[in-house]
């Protein structure tokens, strides 16, 4: 069964920083790719960033590039997503997803359950 574990979030002011973590398990986690997507309050989906399966490559949304950085360590099966600077915008809840291929352009096919992220003094 494949699953993402999403954890990191909480509370913090405003240029503040976090990280948070995908645990992933149940598939070959060096075969696919690995997004961040969030979703505000009232709001659609966004997506944020991106990397390969292999780590060389990622891509990221102009609302977080300079100040979000997207990892991973196959060894551990665990994507990180560094965030820092942070604004009130930026409160949401994070969803790590899976890629069906080894790039982040192939489809999404797994969610995890997400972590709420709420940047506010």
């Known amino acids: 069964e494949v699953q993402l574990v999403e954890s990191g979030g909480g509370l913090v002011q405003p240029g503040g920083s976090l990280r948070l973590s995908c645990a992933a398990s149940g598939f070959t986690f060096s075969d696919n790719g690995i997004s961040w997507v969030r979703q505000a309050p009232g709001a659609g989906l966004e997506w944020l960033s991106g990397?390969?399966?292999?780590?060389?490559?990622?891509n990221y949304a102009d609302s977080v590039k300079g100040r979000f950085t997207i990892s991973r360590d196959n060894a551990k099966n665990i994507v990180f997503l560094q965030m820092n600077s942070l604004k009130s915008e930026d409160t949401a809840v994070y969803y790590c997803v899976k890629h069906d291929g080894l790039s982040t352009q192939n489809g999404m096919d797994y969610w995890g359950q997400g972590t709420q992220v709420t940047v506010s003094s």
């Open positions: 990397i390969n399966s292999a780590g060389g490559y990622t």
